[in-house]
């Protein structure tokens, strides 16, 4: 990534607003998972992959739509505001992806395993994969598609002008090799000048 001109302080603060709302998200998501909470009683921690789910599907559509779309929104942002922050725009799709999905993944690992000591907070193995599916998702539905519309618009402008100097080059080649095709250009023999 270039950092001259209007392009680059153009993507320095597009890098900068992602760092910022990825804290703010990340406090957020902090003060919505770790604050203790006053409940006559917990239930017990789920460690059985998608019985918390089929348990939310019992409740009710309401309700199932609920608890599962918040499992999925909790961490979405994530999905977007990371590849923001890195502020890179030539890389992989699946290695961004495979990145994006990891940290989203270690992030939901920690936040469950930080809830085992908060009061009214309840480990949940179906959460740490709702959190995990809910960053790869929001990864998948902006962030190609986001990075597509930064190139063609950074080809508008910086890397199109360069796009365009080098066409120029290759038409003033073409006109040479035409040139060369017809022939030699015929030359005067000089005539010596006399003492």
């Keep these: 990534m270039q950092r001259q001109g209007s392009g680059g302080s153009a993507a320095i603060r597009f890098r900068v607003a992602g760092l910022v709302l990825l804290?703010?998200?990340?406090l957020l998501v902090s003060w919505l998972t770790l604050r203790p909470l006053d409940v006559m009683w917990v239930t017990a921690a789920n460690l059985e992959p998608f019985a918390g789910i089929e348990a939310a599907l019992e409740l009710g559509p309401v309700e199932s739509v609920r608890r599962?779309?918040?499992?999925?929104?909790?961490?979405?942002?994530?999905?977007v505001l990371l590849p923001m922050a890195s502020g890179r725009l030539a890389v992989s799709p699946w290695a961004?992806?495979?990145r994006t999905v990891a940290a989203g993944a270690l992030m939901s690992l920690g936040?469950?395993?930080l809830q085992t000591?908060?009061?009214?907070?309840v480990v949940d193995v179906d959460s740490l994969m709702l959190n995990t599916s809910g960053v790869a998702l929001a990864h998948l539905a902006v962030v190609p598609a986001g990075r597509a519309l930064l190139r063609r618009r950074l080809l508008g402008t910086r890397a199109g002008s360069a796009l365009r100097d080098r066409k120029r080059e290759v038409r003033r080649e073409a006109m040479l090799q035409d040139e060369s095709s017809q022939g030699a250009?015929?030359?005067?023999?000089?005539v010596g000048i006399a003492p």
């Design 96 to 98: 961004s992806l495979a």
């Design 68 to 79: 599962i779309g918040g499992g999925l929104l909790l961490l979405a942002p994530l999905g």
């Design 23 to 26: 804290l703010a998200h990340l």
């Design 117 to 121: 000591g908060v009061p009214g907070q």
């Design 185 to 190: 250009t015929p030359t005067i023999p000089r």
């Design 111 to 113: 936040i469950e395993l």
